[in-house]
């Protein structure tokens, strides 16, 4: 078993920066693939960026690509994704996700295990 605890989240202004964190603890991080999502009031969950288990490979929505980083720290069992210049549009809830794999991909049922999220308000 896998737990996901997400942490960062908070209320900032448009071009402000925030960094989540995503604490793994269970069976050994580095053979887990990261995923963060996100989900808006009234809308679908959608993924935000993805991190392989060793950190080599990473992907990014479209919508984030340029302004948010996703990292991982194997020896802190961590995953962040570092947001710079937020907008308004970023409000959600963010959650990371694990699976057992190489690279999890942006497909959300590619994913085993979820946290109970983190909100992220960005006010114009």
């Known amino acids: 078993q896998v737990q996901l605890v997400e942490s960062g989240g908070g209320l900032v202004q448009a071009g402000a920066s925030l960094r989540l964190s995503c604490a793994v603890s269970g069976r050994a991080f580095s053979a887990y693939s990261i995923g963060w999502f996100r989900q808006a009031p009234g809308k679908e969950r959608e993924f935000v960026a993805a991190?392989?288990?060793?950190?080599?490979?990473?992907g990014y929505a479209d919508s984030v690509k340029g302004r948010f980083t996703i990292s991982r720290d194997n020896n802190k069992n961590t995953v962040y994704l570092q947001m710079n210049s937020l907008k308004p549009e970023d409000t959600a809830v963010y959650y990371c996700?694990?699976?057992?794999?190489?690279?999890?991909?942006?497909?959300?049922?590619?994913?085993?295990?979820w946290g109970q999220g983190t909100q992220v308000t960005v006010s114009s």
């Open positions: 991190i392989s288990w060793s950190g080599s490979s990473t």
């Open positions: 996700a694990a699976r057992s794999a190489y690279y999890g991909g942006s497909d959300f049922s590619n994913y085993n295990y």
